[in-house]
């Protein structure tokens, strides 16, 4: 009777635990490459990359073009180095008028965010989470962001930040769950069960 009730404890714990892990990151399943990884968010698929890579490799392959990418969504994680400011943005609204013609978007602000090696790029956000995140974040945060990637150029990728979410500590519940699940995962692979036949 005792084992029956702390398996079924376990069971509950482990689907409230999944629950929460995906209400807090909103992150279902992540398979990682090593430039980038794939993360099911909210039924679609979003590549997630490394800021540095963004940096070194969406860039116009020629020199004194811009290339359009045309609103493909990435996701990446970054420190938030400068908060909103206004932003020269006539590229990034012809784009928007070009090929989206029917989005009400308003894009005129621009972040900095700042990779983990420290080298910053700066990016687009749309109005209207601008105003958000000035009363949400701080300086020196790390957030999640997903964006649409617009166009490259000689200086970078421009990206049109869309979400964001502060990056937070597992809550002890979801600390307590993971030592649990690495602790029964490790004495499973230590003990060889041998089976008769």
């Known amino acids: 009777m005792k084992n029956t009730l702390i398996i079924l404890l376990l069971c509950t714990m482990s689907l409230w635990a999944k629950i929460v892990v995906a209400d807090n990151d ?5 398979a990682v490459d090593d430039n980038n990884s794939t993360v ?5 698929n979003i590549n997630i990359y490394d800021v540095d890579i963004m940096i070194d490799e969406f860039k116009a392959s020629m020199e004194g073009t811009v290339e359009l990418v045309l609103f493909r969504p990435v996701g990446f994680t970054a420190t938030l180095n400068e908060m909103p400011y206004s932003r020269k943005h006539s590229y990034l609204k012809r ?3 070009n090929f989206a013609s029917e989005s009400s978007i308003v894009a005129t602000k621009g972040i900095t965010v700042a990779s983990a090696t420290g080298r910053t790029l700066p990016v687009y956000i749309i ?3 601008a105003e958000g995140m000035e009363k949400h974040l701080s300086l020196n945060d790390e957030v999640i962001f997903e964006a649409y990637h617009v166009y ?7 990206l049109l930040v869309y979400s964001w979410q502060k990056k937070t500590a597992p809550s002890m519940w979801q ?3 993971a030592t649990i699940s ?3 995962t ?3 692979a230590s003990t060889d069960i041998k089976r008769t036949p």
């Open 95 to 97: 784009a928007i008028e």
């Open 175 to 177: 600390q307590w769950w």
């Open 182 to 184: 690495e602790t029964l």
């Open 186 to 188: 490790v004495s499973d």
């Open 127 to 129: 109005d209207e989470l």
């Open 40 to 44: 099911t968010l909210e039924q679609k």
């Open 152 to 158: 490259n150029s000689k200086f970078g990728p421009g």
């Open 26 to 30: 909103e992150v279902a399943t992540k």
